[in-house]
């Protein structure tokens, strides 16, 4: 039997490889095909596109790259025609992957679509939830409160649980906090460390003209992001001393420092899950930001506050993320003890709340019998 998967960025490339391998484990005769990132790859071998360093964000991104993505579109869905599969597995990434789920199961019927890891459409548009319903045919969902939501609809649905709670068990240390260290998370992408870095490099300066005593490191995403980070730096007038900066080693460093500034995005989840203090920033090109406003849904965009429908950790946002509100806020959590301790328990609930380990086991095992049926 064979399978098309397509993930659009690193994090869908993990969750993706994670699920082959389930896959395999329950059924070796499986062929893969689809377009993913280095894990998957490795993974499934020849039959797999790369295409998973490939993501943007915001709409003057997507617009100035749309000639790639009209192409990558069109090569995938001939690809995907000429294989057949038995199923089509979307892992995250809606913008593209949503287009293409609609048309393949115009052209080709009887192919099963299956999406991994649902797109937050509840956060910008909840009436695109049913259209979905008419061409996909199961949704696998990471989030407790999403199953009903796309249910309403008639849109079969399974709730799986978060992968990260498998992936970030492997990474726990044995290390007991540093009550002056304070760790900079500024995102992974170029835009976002452009844009987000200098104001936590502001913050921290502010922190230690405060509290001389305080340390700072910071994790980068690759050694590109790493070379831009401590540019900024220099540019800020730091030498590298005041603000180490490493190259991965981000949820050691979320185990280990006494609280955090982190962008918002899958980082501030993984802080809550390792119990860090932290606080969420997010910047983007105001045209990106005013579109934003006018068609998001939610209250906050920290996933810990979403979960939880309330604001557990601080958000500054656009204008509000100031050096001088970030580093109050940080100070705050630095210094008092009965502060960091009743976030730390807030988070630890939120945390509890995505379920039990094993989602690639279950999204895996709600494929194949969703293929068994359909046979």
Partial sequence: ??????????????????????????????????????????FAGGHMHDWADEAVMGLWDVLKKYGYFKAQFDRMLADIEQVAPAALILIDYPGFNLRLAKAVKRRLPKVRIIYYISPQVWAWNRGRIPKM???????????????????????????VGHPLLDSLETRRISADREPDLVGLFPGSREKEVRKIFPVMVAAAARMRSRRPELRFEAAAASPMMADRMREILAASGHDPAFCKVQTGGSHELMQRAAAGMVCSGTATLESAYFGMPLCILYKVAWLT?????????????????????????????????????????????????????????????VIAGLGERGAADRAAHAILEALETSA
């Fill in 289 to 349: 930001w005013i579109i934003a406003k006018r068609v998001v849904q939610v209250a906050y965009v920290g996933m810990p506050n979403v979960l939880a429908n309330r604001e557990i950790a601080r958000e500054f946002l656009q204008s509000d993320a100031t050096p001088d509100a970030v580093a109050t806020e940080m100070l705050r959590l630095v210094t008092d003890p009965a502060a960091s301790a009743a976030m730390r328990s807030e988070l630890s609930a």
């Fill in 1 to 42: 039997m064979k399978l098309y998967l397509i993930a659009g960025e690193a994090s869908g490339d993990s969750r993706g490889a994670e699920l082959m391998r389930s896959l395999r484990l329950r059924s070796p005769d499986l062929e893969f095909f689809g377009a993913g990132g280095r894990e998957m790859r490795a």
């Fill in 133 to 159: 319903a008419g061409f996909l045919d199961l949704m696998l969902c990471i989030f407790p409160f999403e199953k009903p939501l796309y249910e309403a609809s008639g849109l079969r649905t399974v709730f």
